[in-house]
């Protein structure tokens, strides 16, 4: 049996849960998720806490079992906690502003990069260099995180560009004189 899979997910005070037809639908007061899963699955909700069965041990079904307790699991503390990737700017004039609920960033460029709002995503800036990425849905912020870095990676020689807060950037010698 699956490790993760067998674990039960606890569902905090103020957080609403409904199953229909394998369909959840989490409500919290950050927002509601809604999602689809595979019907092989058993979900249910038994004394506030969230259980993910499967019914037998064919191939196909145990290896979404954890993968479906997973997904259940960041929508409960999505909507409970919410999720925050933090970026940094490292370079010489590079900076970050809001720009209504989008973004503009400076990044050596001729031109400001410019990234639009999203649905579910809010900005915020500190110090014009640390950007930070808020939303409910784990997935969708990590991939914008993920498009605002690829703008400008870091480089391995000074380190500039666009990084993860937690991240180290493996650095090169560079040339010999």
């Known amino acids: 049996m699956s490790r993760v899979g067998k674990k039960p997910i606890a569902v905090p005070s103020g957080v609403e849960?409904?199953?229909?037809?394998?369909?959840?639908?989490?409500?919290?007061?950050?927002?509601?998720?809604?999602?689809?899963?595979?019907?092989d699955l058993v979900i249910k909700l038994e004394n506030g806490e969230v259980s993910?069965?499967?019914?037998?041990?064919?191939?196909?079904?145990?290896?979404?079992h954890g993968t479906t307790r997973a997904l259940i699991n960041n929508m409960v503390k999505g909507v409970s906690e919410g999720f925050r990737i933090t970026l940094n700017l490292v370079g010489v004039g590079y900076r970050a502003a809001t720009k209504g609920k989008g973004l503009e960033i400076s990044l050596g460029f001729s031109h400001p990069v410019i990234i639009d709002e999203i649905a579910g995503i809010t900005f915020s800036v500190d110090k014009n260099t640390t950007i930070h990425v808020d939303g409910v849905e784990k997935d969708l912020v990590g991939q914008v995180a993920a498009n605002i870095r690829a703008k400008r990676p870091p480089e391995p020689y000074k380190g500039k560009g666009v990084k993860?807060?937690?991240?180290?950037?493996?650095?090169k010698e560079g040339k010999k004189a």
């Open 17 to 39: 849960f409904t199953v229909k037809d394998n369909v959840v639908t989490v409500k919290g007061p950050k927002g509601t998720l809604t999602k689809e899963f595979n019907k």
């Open 52 to 64: 993910v069965e499967r019914p037998n041990d064919e191939p196909a079904v145990r290896a979404i």
């Open 164 to 171: 993860y807060a937690d991240e180290h950037i493996r650095r």
